[in-house]
């Protein structure tokens, strides 16, 4: 379904000559603030890997923490390490991709509570709401949470149980572009940032991209910088950030155009 409806907005922007914030309604602004995805490195490594993004021109960048740190002490002190190194006027996220179990991620909220973190995304199971408000009850840090929900009802949901601070529809995910419009407006309703999962597909990026600019509650975009062949090499177009900040789209639909040559290296023979 999500593929589906996406393709449709962008053949209808294709067919009328336009972008498909467009036909969202327009772009709320000409640039988005981009912040880089990444930060695998360990506690003496991670600060000049996200000092690299920041060379780049990003003003804001996110790292990993959770399962892959075997420990939650480990965690904090990687971030404590990141936040050393990178100063206190970036934009610091986390992302436990759901990892910990709710008195762990209390604990490492404690741990980081003074790094001045912009979100700590999906600390726990998407499934446990509940157990995600709890945590979010627990702490000043904001809870981002929302890229595993598959409508527009599920957003509902955590925010009726005061789950999450900011709004992450993943548009390959919850239903395209429609869907994610839909979430984009209960964002905008309960004042809530909105904040487009972006780390798919070149098409899944650029849907979150359109939805993003096309909404007044979003602020920042995701941008991937780890390698993914499904946003660098599956298109024609080159997606680029110039001085950390995306700019409004304008071509056409998506404005993007497959790479035949890459989909049939890689078509599945029946």
Known sequence: MSGVDTALWDLKGKALGVPVVELLGGACRDKMEAYASGGWANADKIGEQLNGYIEKGFKGVKMRVGIMDKTVAESVKRVRAAREAIGDDIKLMTDAHGTFSVPEAKQFCRG?????????????????????????????????????????????????????DVVQP??????????????????????????????????????GVN?????????????????????????????TVENGMLSAPTAPGLGLTPNWDFVHEFKQKI
């Open 112 to 164: 980081v509570e003074d790094c001045n973190l912009y979100w700590f995304e999906e600390p726990i199971s998407p499934d446990n709401r509940h157990g995600t408000a709890e945590v979010r009850a627990s702490t000043s840090i904001p809870i981002a949470a929302g890229e595993s929900e598959y409508t527009a009802f599920d957003v509902r949901d955590l925010i009726e149980v005061r789950a999450l």
């Open 170 to 207: 993943d548009s390959a995910i919850i239903g395209g572009i429609t869907e994610s419009m839909r979430v984009a407006q209960l964002a905008h309703t309960y004042q809530l940032e909105l904040a487009p999962h972006c780390l798919g597909s070149a098409f899944s990026f650029m849907a």
């Open 211 to 239: 939805v993003a600019f096309a909404s007044p509650a979003a602020v920042v975009i995701e941008f991937s910088l780890g390698g993914n062949p499904m946003m660098y090499e599956l298109v024609n177009e080159k997606i």
